[in-house]
């Protein structure tokens, strides 16, 4: 194969404030990307991992910035679709310290991306890769998104490759009961389900523990593997063949907690791809996501050192 892992969707431009400053009075803002199929893309690149980023730009300084940065963490954008009109999404953040907490303010309607035509938009490279990654983000963007997103998990069923689906539920995009709605269909196709323990009770109403939550969501939607994240509490998965496994959560030192799911996503399928271990893929994905909180910026800056002696100190997986 000539990916390992694959993803379709929006990047973004990143403007945050210094921390201990306030949006409406900084002088200046930090320039970086995100979005969080890029972030998952970096973070397993800098891995080793051969991955690659399907999106539309527009040809200007900004999509330049996002395909070269991406590039520079070795991440394939062969597949990008350059457009002569459009934009690129801008998303400024407003970095809180407790109490106070993060906002975040979007500035994407319109972003070339959602602009996209499914019926030009290429999808068979994915059938080159081992793994298609997808959020609930990109559904929510436009329907041709959501459409070219519907084509690229079909192919890939059609082709043998695997499907992780991260729920990602995103309020300023829409509302909770149409976000419910449309991702059902491809909560169904995920060979890994990802959901936020929160995400799942806000959407379909889901009760109990986390691994409740999580037996609840695998019943539902019949995923071989169902992984409900709980923030710094660590997160659960549940098994097709019955298996509850749970890796409790880690204290760090937060630098940034902006793209710390995206992280614990990417470590997952670290761990999970090569051996379809599922303990060893939470342990992988816990220890990755502690280590992107400690960086600043929606990337996982990590290494494959730091990631393999974090995952040394972290907590043993509990299997029931």
């Known amino acids: 194969m000539r990916w390992d892992v694959v993803a379709f969707g929006e990047t973004m431009i990143r403007l945050a404030v210094p921390a201990g400053e306030r949006l409406e009075t900084a002088r200046q803002l930090e320039v970086g990307i995100g979005g969080a199929e890029a972030n998952v893309l970096v973070a397993l690149a800098r891995l080793g ?35 002569e009109q459009g934009r690129v999404g801008v998303y400024y953040l407003d970095v809180g310290i407790p109490p106070r907490p993060t906002t975040v303010l979007y500035d994407r309607t319109g972003s070339a991306v959602a602009a996209v035509d499914p ?3 290429p999808i068979d490279w994915v059938t080159e890769s081992r793994w298609l990654h997808a959020t609930g983000i990109t559904p929510a963007l436009s329907h041709g998104c959501r459409t070219v997103l519907e084509r690229l998990v079909e192919r890939a069923h059609q082709a ?37 323990e929160g995400d799942a009770r806000l959407l379909w109403g889901l009760t109990g523990d986390a691994e409740a939550v999580a037996g609840a969501l695998a019943a539902r939607f019949g995923a071989p593997v169902t992984v409900v994240t709980r923030g710094e509490h660590g997160a659960v998965a549940v098994t097709a063949d019955g298996r509850t496994v749970l890796v409790p959560g880690r204290a760090a030192t937060v630098v940034d907690r902006v793209g710390a799911g995206d992280a614990f996503t990417a470590g997952f399928l670290h761990g999970y791809l090569d051996s379809r271990d599922v303990e060893r893929a939470l342990r992988y994905g816990a220890a990755l996501a502690t280590l992107k909180l400690t960086v600043r910026g929606d990337l996982a800056i990590v290494t494959t050192a730091e990631l393999e002696s974090a995952l040394a100190a972290t907590t043993r997986t509990i299997v029931r």
């Open 49 to 83: 991992r051969r991955t690659a980023w399907a999106s539309v730009l527009p040809k200007q300084a900004l999509g330049e910035r996002i395909v070269r940065e991406l590039a520079w963490h070795g991440v394939e954008t062969s597949l990008v679709q350059w457009v």
């Open 119 to 121: 019926a030009s938009f």
């Open 160 to 196: 043998g490759v695997g499907v992780s689906f991260d729920v990602n539920y995103r309020a300023r995009l829409w509302d909770p009961d149409e976000a419910a709605r449309t991702l059902e269909w491809f909560c169904r196709q995920a060979t890994v389900l990802v959901c936020g």
